[in-house]
């Protein structure tokens, strides 16, 4: 089935560092990815979707400026987190879509998450 | 605005029995469901999916039943087995190029042994 690898899994970093997330494709080509986050006992909220070769698309309330992606290639969309700050702490999570794989178009399949914890 | 809504946030089942997990939508422009189970500590993992011109969309033990008129969706997972122990999502889709989902909030789900 399709596969999608999120690293690092875990980052404690200082106030003020950047921090950058990958998203890896493994074994499918993704045009579109979207990056999710996710506070403890709440939904998945959709940040931003990235496309490959293009800039992303940010949802409202997402700074562009501080959340930057980059879509470089098909397999691989990567999120920085720049100047973090302990609100940035939080879950985040990639997704691609895999049009051949089982849910088609529409099901994304999604990394495992990093957990994001700014002192 | 919560387009997607799943009012329970946990559910207890006894191990072999049907576990149903509800959700409810407003948007009437969804026109693809989809049910994701969820780790600790790790992604959501895709379940299973229905369109909207359909009513029920069966694989192995999970079903899951789409009521358009009543704007609710239900997955039903049967025999519950432990290792089914997870959050679930349910999630929908407008049409549309990018093809964003929208998540409800989860329901923590127990199958007790």
């Known amino acids: 089935g399709a596969v999608v690898s999120q690293h690092p899994s875990w980052v404690i970093c200082k106030s003020g560092t950047s921090v950058k997330i990958e998203c890896r494709s493994l074994?499918?080509?993704?045009?579109?990815m979207f990056w999710y986050r996710q506070f403890p006992k709440q939904s998945l909220m959709l940040m931003a979707t990235s496309n490959e070769g293009s800039k992303a698309t940010y949802e409202q309330g997402v700074e562009k400026d501080k959340f930057l992606i980059n879509h470089a290639s098909l397999t691989l969309s990567t999120l920085t987190v720049t100047s973090a700050h302990p609100e940035d702490s939080s879950f985040y999570i990639c997704?691609?879509?895999?049009?051949?794989?089982?849910?088609?178009?529409?099901?994304?399949?999604f990394g495992d998450g990093t957990r994001l914890s700014i002192l | 605005d919560q387009q997607v809504k799943q009012n329970s946030p946990s559910l207890s089942v006894q191990e072999g029995r049907i576990s149903i997990l509800n959700c409810d939508y407003t948007n009437s422009m969804f026109d693809y469901f989809l049910w994701y189970k969820k780790y600790p500590a790790e992604g959501p993992t895709f379940l299973i999916s229905?369109?909207?011109?359909?009513d029920k969309n069966e694989d192995g033990r999970f079903t899951v039943f789409l009521n358009k008129s009543a704007k609710h969706l239900s997955l039903h997972i049967v025999p519950s087995q432990p290792g089914d122990s997870a959050v679930y999502f349910c999630a929908a889709s407008t049409s549309g190029s990018a093809r964003q989902l929208t998540f409800g909030s989860g329901t923590q789900l127990t199958v007790l042994p």
């Open positions: 997704s691609a879509r895999d049009l051949t794989g089982q849910g088609g178009f529409y099901a994304q399949h």
């Open positions: 229905i369109s909207s011109i359909k």
């Open positions: 074994d499918f080509q993704a045009t579109t």
